[in-house]
Nanobody, 123 residues
Framework: VQLQAFGGGSVQAGGSLTLSCGIS????????VGWFRQAPGKEREFVSV????????GYADSVKGRFTISRDDAKNTVYLQMNALRPEDTAVYSC?????????????????WGQGTLVTVSS
């Protein structure tokens, strides 16, 4: 399974961006896909996850109500709609795939990772 994140950019605080994660390989719809981010000098942290059943999506408390994750299996793409962006959302955002059904927030549970895309939010 291969993943690639794109759609990052620079926005002002309060703005919006939509990230996309393209997925290719075998049985891609059987994987849950998570978004993680890593700010300069900080550990990578969980942002959101969506399993094959999109009604069970999960979010970090810091983004709940502002970010929305969705998936289009016909296009093999997972999206992260980010609204009301804050300077503290500035980070490299990466998507990853896991066969776990537990809506995992742990990086160690993810089997495949894509290259990240940079999001910069200015105040």
């Amino acid at each position: 399974v291969q993943l690639q994140a794109f759609g990052g950019g620079s926005v002002q605080a309060g703005g919006s961006l939509t990230l996309s994660c393209g997925i290719s390989g075998r049985a891609t719809t059987s994987y849950a896909v998570g978004w993680f981010r890593q700010a300069p000098g900080k550990e990578r942290e969980f942002v959101s996850v969506i399993p094959w059943n999109p009604n069970r999506a999960g979010y970090a408390d810091s983004v709940k109500g502002r970010f929305t994750i969705s998936r289009d299996d016909a296009k093999n793409t997972v999206y992260l709609q980010m609204n009301a962006l804050r300077p503290e959302d500035t980070a490299v955002y990466s998507c990853a795939a896991t066969s776990s059904t537990l809506l995992s927030r742990e990086t160690s549970d993810y089997d495949y990772w894509g290259q990240g895309t940079l999001v910069t939010v200015s105040s």
